[in-house]
């Protein structure tokens, strides 16, 4: 609620914080318009803006949550790149992480991750994305589930707008979610979160001007690429799953061709959570 910190009229309504000792402002949102929550004064890497979801609605397992939002970082009030291709340092890039809590039971996730380099083109913003799985202890009721940022070093202040938490609609005839990338890399991410050892940027698609695809470059391994959280319920035991993609090999000079590769795959019995990637040779 108040993502883009419209709602609370420039306040900070219905937001927190994870660790209740960083302190907490608005400052001016996206493009310079509206309002968007800066936390600052962060004394540990997981204090930061944080948000209680409310999830009495979402009563089955396996329902899936989209996160998304604009994130940017500040050092002694000067806008700052984030690095996205590690898991440490000062110039760590933020996490988006949730905990919940139902009867005692107790979990926390990674639920996204900070991949575009936007910082040069959107005047320092970047998107920050993901899905994720609702677990058996994380749906019906007595459920406490909060979303809160984390791993950037304490020496950066955090500034996040937009931000949307959102049930995504089970579409087992259209299971991939952002499929022709038209909003970028929202809900996509690397395979495993590998994001130390695969680049993920957006370029043109195969249509030209006008038409977006993801590039996975300095791969460290042929199985690096792009991977989605699909929506295991729609998947059955036995069931055949065809998969369709364009994809276009490069070479180190920047030279390819484009290609189409259809996939299938059989559902087995112990298959919970499918992943889609896409994977080429190095």
Not at 94 to 114: C, I, M, P
Not at 128 to 149: A, D, W
């Amino acid at each position: 609620m108040n993502g883009d910190l419209e709602d609370g009229n420039g306040t900070t309504k219905f937001w927190d914080t994870w660790g209740e000792e960083t302190r907490i402002t608005t400052v001016p949102g996206y493009g310079g318009e509206g309002y968007a929550i800066k936390s600052y004064a962060r004394t540990h890497y997981s204090h930061a803006q944080a948000q209680v979801i409310n999830t009495d609605s979402i009563t089955e397992e396996g329902a899936r949550l989209g996160f998304w939002g604009k994130i940017k970082f500040e050092k002694d009030g000067v806008t700052v790149p984030c690095t996205t291709r590690t898991w440490g340092g000062e110039e760590r890039c933020a996490d988006l992480r949730t905990y919940s809590n139902k009867n005692g039971r107790r979990e926390y996730h990674r639920v996204g991750l900070v991949l575009d380099d936007t910082y040069e083109t959107d005047d320092g913003w970047y998107v920050i994305s993901g899905i994720h799985r609702m677990t058996e202890h994380q749906v019906g009721e007595n459920v406490y589930f909060k979303m809160y940022l984390d791993g950037s070093h304490t020496n950066m202040d955090i500034i996040v707008d937009n931000m949307e938490v959102k049930e995504l609609p089970k579409q087992c005839d259209a299971m991939i979610v952002n499929p022709s990338f038209k909003d970028g890399m929202k809900y996509w991410g690397p395979c495993d979160d590998s994001k130390e050892r695969v680049d993920l940027s957006l370029v043109e698609g195969a249509d030209g001007v006008g038409d977006y695809a993801v590039a996975a470059g300095n791969r460290d391994h042929r199985w690096r690429g792009i991977m989605q959280l699909l929506d295991s319920r729609c998947f059955t035991p036995g069931e055949e799953i065809t998969i369709t993609a364009k994809f276009k090999l490069l070479n180190s000079t920047g030279h390819g061709k484009f290609g189409r590769r259809v996939m299938c795959c059989s559902i087995g019995k112990a298959s919970l959570i499918l992943f889609l990637f896409f994977h080429t040779i190095r």
